[in-house]
């Protein structure tokens, strides 16, 4: 019989004693979900998600989690996930890569749904030829699902992630889902020093009463939904109905703002952001980036960084303020798109400072002297 | 020893290049010194390539993935050379100079004048050790090659000690706790302890192994 | 559920919909009625968004009278003609997406079971048989192979009507339909028999011109779900519409498809099932 004590997430997070366990991204997650009072996982593997989800299912074997099983495909896995949370439990899941593009139906549906479901995502390619190898695209596509977007650098930022995560998504006036990406294997498969809390610990459950929603228990009022369907019919109430709820989901993320403030300090953190070159980057890049920071100043070459850990809500007047001063941004992507790129374009006041790129695909790894090369370009 | 050191090794799937890097890394963040590992990004198949890295620091490690440039190279399988079963052609691609090339095999492999001429360039140092076969004679399984390896790699660098490298191996095969590097080497794991009656019969034969490994390590003049 | 759940908060009568106090008074919650009780009590179902003479409605409407603890029972639908009506439906309803009903209803279950330990809450699936039989039936199928207990009704009106009527896996060979212009080339999927196969422990098909039979059927796959494993009803609902007939001829047409034998019901119990049915019927005599 597991005995935690249940804490306050702020002493859960802030206060208690940390300890450094060296440890893969995958093993980050199942110490996540240990000290996270998870009621129910669901798993199906994909490379490079089924680590985390094989740990998960052991930490269920001892009984920190009440209820775990193998869904037979990820929709189908997103699916039940999404049955969970409308039953009123706290329920996680992970996957990556062709599994997102799998279960992508059901992601605007959980953030319409009002359902605060935390999902780890690592990332992978998904083209033809099929393709195991790291790459960030797919989260372009998830970017305007309706869902909130962490991106980790490293297993501690995975570790942190996730657990806050929980914390954030259950405001009632938040209450929307959160997806804690990572890259695959970058993250997943890399063993780092992650500091942590006391195993012994956990976060209160969760208050299915406190969602802005009804719980589909027949526990709580209304037992009706409406008087006459506006599911399928055209007339001003239904277009109505359907555009006020895509607006308040899309509000629930901006409210999400102070409290990711709060836990993570911020939607965005800068490292020397005075620089006139900046490196704006998110997940493995930014650990690249840093690498390059670090080479440049050996050259004599002032660079910047700004780390973005908070896609959606994007942190759009950060960024302004963040880069506002400087002459090039250079924008470090593990895919072929450059959607980080775009994103960052259309926000800044003067978007011909942007360098697109330099981007790597198809699984590479990035070089640190790739980036370097940019920055004398931009320095030159 | 310098501020950081990159390491590759490549082999085959099933000989433990994976678990040799967890362990070294163990190793080195036991030594009060700064470490990340990661495997080559594949579906690993048993015999099939497989490449991992370690970083080992001082400060902090920012790079991750693959190590391009590295200062060691440990080859567990001549196949890697001879049979190009490997990612990076040619075996010694990205050495830094100085740098150290550690090869699992009974004998020297005939290089070409061209690879000697590059490997004499960087001031490369070549060594040999028959690690599998003194895996079966020492431990009993080849399953173990891996540890003679690691035992190569201490008698020619001061990256780790052995007192540190034998508490990694211990952690690794003697906790309660799972140490997953990934889903098929858990399962090799289970394979590994099962052929070992006791785990201080595993812990016993592996560390004579280490010893025997540091003394049977030979270089090679390039 | 609470028993003072369905009240209106004093101060709130005038305000409420007329239906809705209708249901407070007159409604089917803690009340153990049937479908011999119709016409006496307010039913679950307030009208129906669907077309005259749909056998879908119909047998939605008498599979709501029959289940057996309305006030907690929470149905799980899909895309489809059904996903009109549940709006309407007084019992916690999910619409997720289009087939992926019985993986829904798996959390569902799981969740309650987790939150309610020992007290009856029943999930039933409810969806036709494009969302059943074809697009979802990865879902129903694993749901089954995993032993999870629910109670799945396909509603099966042979088509996709409620997108124009399209061919699906329920439609009969030969059946001219969209997107099946020179008629179906393959036989209607004998459903019941993979249920079987899947890991029913209750199987049984009914039709709406026989609502005892009908009631009976939803009753025993609800009760068995509840305590032994999964259930499965398939209830034949002819859709006028698509198929074009007089609305007025839904039923005597499942009579002539009787007549014909190219229709049949069935029921099957395990005999875990069988027991645990008699057990509970005998107890009521």
Redesign the interface.
């Known amino acids: 019989m597991i005995t935690q004590k249940i804490v306050d997430p702020d002493y859960l997070f802030f206060q208690s004693e940390r300890s450094k366990m060296f440890i893969t991204g995958s093993e980050a997650v199942s110490e996540a979900i240990k000290r996270a009072n998870v009621d129910m996982a669901i798993a199906y593997p994909i490379t490079p998600q089924s680590e985390s989800m094989h740990l998960v299912g052991d930490l269920y074997a001892e009984g920190y989690l009440k209820d775990y099983f193998r869904g037979e495909n990820e929709f189908s896995v997103m699916s039940a996930v999404a049955g969970a949370a409308m039953g009123g439990v706290r329920v996680f899941t992970a996957t990556g890569g062709p599994g997102t593009m799998r279960a992508f139906e059901m992601f605007p549906t959980w953030a319409g749904a009002r359902l605060p479901v935390v999902c780890a995502f690592f990332t992978r390619g998904v083209n033809s030829p099929l393709t195991i190898q790291p790459d960030t695209i797919e989260m372009a596509y998830m970017l305007d699902t309706g869902i909130m977007i962490f991106h980790a650098e490293n297993a501690q930022d995975l570790y942190d992630m996730l657990l806050k995560a929980f914390v954030i998504a259950e405001q009632p006036e938040v209450h929307i889902p959160v997806g804690v990406f990572a890259d695959g294997f970058f993250v997943t498969h890399t063993r780092d020093e992650v500091s942590t809390a006391p195993a012994d610990l956990k976060l209160p459950a969760y208050d299915p009463y406190s969602s802005p929603v009804p719980v589909m228990d027949m526990n709580n009022v209304p037992l009706r939904q409406m008087r006459d369907p506006f599911v399928m019919k055209s007339n001003f109430i239904s277009y109505a109905a359907h555009a006020s709820w895509q607006q308040e989901v899309a509000a629930a993320a901006q409210r999400a703002r102070r409290y990711i403030d709060h836990y993570l300090g911020g939607l965005v953190e800068s490292e020397n952001p005075g620089a006139d070159i900046m490196i704006v980057a998110s997940g493995t890049a930014v650990s690249q980036g840093r690498a390059a920071i670090i080479a440049a100043a050996g050259e004599g070459i002032d660079v910047g960084l700004l780390k973005i850990k908070c896609l959606r809500p994007f942190p759009t007047e950060e960024i302004k303020a963040l880069t506002r001063h400087c002459k090039a941004i250079i924008v470090p992507e593990f895919n072929r798109i450059g959607w980080l790129a775009r994103e960052i374009k259309a926000v800044v006041e003067d978007n011909s400072k942007v360098v697109d790129g330099p981007r790597v695909f198809g699984g590479m790894t990035m070089p640190t002297e790739m980036i370097l090369e940019s920055i004398r370009r931009c320095s030159a | 020893m310098q501020a950081k050191t990159f390491i590759r090794m490549s082999g085959l799937g099933g000989q433990g290049v994976v678990t040799a890097a967890?362990i070294l890394?163990?190793a080195a963040?036991r030594s009060g010194l700064?470490?990340?590992?990661?495997?080559f990004?594949?579906?690993e198949k048993r015999l099939a390539p497989a490449e991992s890295y370690v970083r080992i620091s001082s400060q902090t490690i920012?790079?991750?993935?693959?190590v391009?440039f590295p200062d060691i190279i440990m080859i567990f399988h001549p196949h890697v050379i001879t049979l190009g079963k490997s990612y990076t052609m040619p075996f010694f691609d990205g050495l830094q100079k100085q740098g150290k090339i550690i090869i699992n095999a009974p004998e020297p492999l005939p290089l070409n004048e061209s690879e000697r001429a590059q490997l004499a360039a960087l001031n490369a140092r070549l060594y040999y050790i028959s690690a599998t076969r003194l895996a079966l004679e020492i431990a009993g399984t080849e399953l173990s090659s891996n540890i003679a390896m690691l035992g190569a790699l201490i008698a020619v660098t001061d990256l780790v000690s052995q007192q540190a490298l034998e508490e990694a191996l211990a952690e690794r095969f003697g906790g309660t706790k799972?140490f997953?590097?990934?889903?098929t080497t858990?399962a090799l794991d289970d394979v590994l302890k099962s052929k070992f009656t006791k785990l201080a019969q595993l812990m016993d034969k592996n560390i004579a192994l280490i010893e025997q490994a540091k003394s049977s390590i030979q270089e090679h003049v390039i | 559920m609470k028993s003072d759940l369905w009240q209106i908060s004093p101060g709130f009568e005038e305000v409420m919909p007329a239906e809705y106090r209708e249901l407070v008074d007159n409604g089917p919650f803690g009340k153990k009625l049937g479908v011999a009780d119709m016409g006496t009590f307010k039913e679950l179902l307030e009208e129906h968004p669907l077309c005259a003479g749909c056998g879908l409605a119909l047998s939605l409407r008498l599979t709501l009278i029959a289940l057996p603890n309305p006030e907690d029972t929470i149905i799980v639908g899909a895309t489809g003609c059904s996903s009109l009506a549940f709006p309407q439906v007084s019992v916690h309803n999910i619409h997720s997406l289009f087939g992926n009903q019985n993986a829904v209803a798996t959390g569902l279950k799981r969740a309650l079971s987790l939150r309610f330990p020992g007290q009856v809450k029943d999930v039933v699936v409810i969806a036709g048989d494009g969302a059943t039989c074809d697009i979802g039936l990865e879902a129903v199928v694993h749901s089954w192979f995993r032993g999870e207990k629910l109670a799945t009704i396909m509603l099966d009106n042979e088509a996709y009507a409620n997108t124009g009527g399209q061919e699906s896996g329920m439609s009969r060979i030969g059946t001219v339909l969209n997107m099946a212009p020179q008629g179906k080339k393959f036989s209607k999927v004998n459903f019941p028999e993979i249920a079987k196969a899947a890991g029913c422990a209750y199987v049984a098909v009914a039709e709406p011109s026989r609502p005892k039979r009908l009631e009976q059927a939803v009753r025993r796959a609800i009760l068995v779900a509840r305590e032994i494993g999964p259930a499965y009803v398939q209830l034949f609902t002819p859709c006028p519409t698509n198929y074009k007939f007089k609305p007025s001829e839904t039923l005597s047409l499942i009579k002539k498809r009787e007549q014909e034998g190219v229709f049949q019901t069935m029921e099957y119990l395990s005999p875990e099932a069988e027991a645990y049915i008699k057990q509970i019927e005998e107890a009521k005599r």
């Open positions: 967890h890394g163990s963040v700064l470490s990340t590992v990661n495997p990004f594949g579906a920012h790079e991750r993935g693959e391009l799972k997953v590097a990934s889903g858990a």
